[in-house]
Structure formats: C-alpha cells, structure tokens
C-alpha cells in the first residue's frame, strides 16, 4: 500500500476517534447534567446532532444515559474498522471480533477524557483559571468521578493529592484492566 493510502486511512483514523470523543463529551455532558448553554456544551451537541438524533429513535436517552450518544461512539470506532476491511487490511469474517474491540476503544477513550479533564482541571487550577466558562465545564464533568476520591483522601496542606490517585487509577483501568477483559471476552465468546 502507498504512502499516501496509509496516510489517508491515518486520517480517516483520527477524524473518527476525534468524533467518537465527541460522541463521548456529549454522553458525559447530558450524564452529568452539565450547563447545556455553556458555548463548549453547545458546539458538541450541534456536531453530534446529525448522529445521535436519528438513533435518538431506536436508543431512548435512559434517566441522563444518552444510549444514541453512546451507541454512535461504538458505531463510529466500529466504521473504521470497516473502512479497513474495505481497503484490505482487515477480514470481514472477524466483524463481530472488531465490534467487541469498538466498544474496549470506547471504554479507553472514556478514560482517556477524565484523564485529560482532571489534568487540564489541576493545571487550571495552579494558574487561577478554574472560572473559565470551558473549565468550569470540564470540571463538571471530571467531579463526578474525583468526588469519591476527595472524601476518602483529604487535602494535605494545600496539596490534594486525589486527583493524582485518580489519574493513577484511570491508568491502571485502561493499560491493565481494559486489555484484560477485551482478551477475557474474546476468549469466552470466539
């Protein structure tokens, strides 16, 4: 294959992981019930909206579960691999084996928001830029998860070090957990 394929399905890779974490953000913002007129919130939702309106249809939004939402991000890591499989990287007989693989991506890029939200947050917050309208956003969205680690671990002096044991535990959940189960599941179901 030339340069310049694998250069286009390398763009092709990053255009759907982006939109799969935008399908992500959205997911979180509605779980969270984070401010919907916040102009962050809002450029997500216009973007996400020609995805998840339609499965709004066929997946309800459950209490603040955007199922459409999360449903779009699974099917959109599950294009690519259909996008390989159209240029023959991939087997279409191991279809169902990358569908299993679209949500363990999923899972990861989850991780990989609170990861990056707790760290944006704890560098916004040294600088004195937590009242930023997109901090405070992404702030709501990463409390939720640091809440239990802030009550169990309290603040040493003007050190809290629970955004730290949870950013050390995300690592743990997508470098060591996640691998685990995907090989687990695809042991026990092909």
Known sequence: MSLLANMAINVVNIILHFFSLLLL??????????????PLSQAVFKLTAPVVEPLHRIFPTL?????????????????????????????????PNYFISA??????????????????????????AVHHPHIQLISQIVEPYLRPFRRIIPPIGILDISSMVAIIGLIIVRDRLLPLLEMSLDQLLF
Request: proline share 0%; hydrophobic share 65%.
């Open 25 to 38: 953000v959205r997911l979180l913002l509605q779980w969270v019930q984070a401010d919907f007129f916040n």
């Open 63 to 95: 209490g603040t579960l955007n199922t459409a939402a999360l449903v779009g991000a699974i099917l959109v890591k599950w294009l690519y691999f259909g996008v390989l499989i159209g240029v023959g990287r991939l087997i279409f007989a191991e279809l």
């Open 103 to 128: 949500i363990f991506e999923v899972l990861s890029g989850l991780v990989d928001i609170y990861f990056w939200g707790i760290l944006i947050v704890a560098i916004a917050s040294w600088l004195d």
